[in-house]
C-alpha cells in the first residue's frame, strides 16, 4: 500500500505541474489568457482513484504535432495533497519519456521545479503557462508561485502530457480532442 500511495502522489505531482498559469486564475468556464480556447478536458486516475483533472488552452493555430510551437495553458485540479518535491521527482521521471537531456539538467530542473512549485491540497488548480522561447510560469489559485526559464524544460515539461510519447495517452487524447485530425 505505502508503494502504491507514493506512486500516487508521484502521478498528482507531475500533474500540478502542468497545470499552473500566469495571470488571473480561471473560472471553471474561464479562460487562463485572453484568446485561447479550451481544446480539451480529462482526469487521471490511478488505481481507481482520481488523482487531477486536467484542462487545456491553447492560441489560435495551435497544432497538436507542434504543441512546442505554440503559447498554451495546462490547467490541474487537484483532488489529493502532494508535495512539491513529490510532483519534482515525478516531473523528472515522466519528461525522459519525451526526449532526452543530461544528469546535471535534471538535476537542475528538479530543482528549479521544486523552488517554483507549492506543496498542493486537495482542491487546489495549479496552471502552466507555456512560452515559447521563454519557458514556464506557474500559478496556484491565480497567483504566479514560481517560474522556469529554461525553453528546454518548457517543451519537455508540456510534453508529459501532450507528446505522442507520454505515459498516459488516454489523457492526451481527451486534452487534444478539439485538436486532433480526424475527430469532430
Known sequence: MKNIAAGARAVCATALFFLMNVGAQPAETGTPLPGMQLAGQGSLRFLGFEIYRARLWVSPGFQPEDYAAHPLALELAYRRDFTAQAIAQRSIEEMRRVGPFTAQQATRWQQALQAALPDVKAGDRLTGLYRPGAGTV??????????????????????????????????RQSLLAARTPGQP
Open 138 to 171: 506557474f500559478q496556484l489559485q491565480g497567483r504566479t508561485v514560481g517560474e522556469v526559464a529554461d525553453p528546454a524544460f518548457a517543451r519537455l515539461f508540456f510534453g508529459i502530457w501532450l507528446s505522442p510519447q507520454t505515459s498516459e495517452p488516454g489523457l
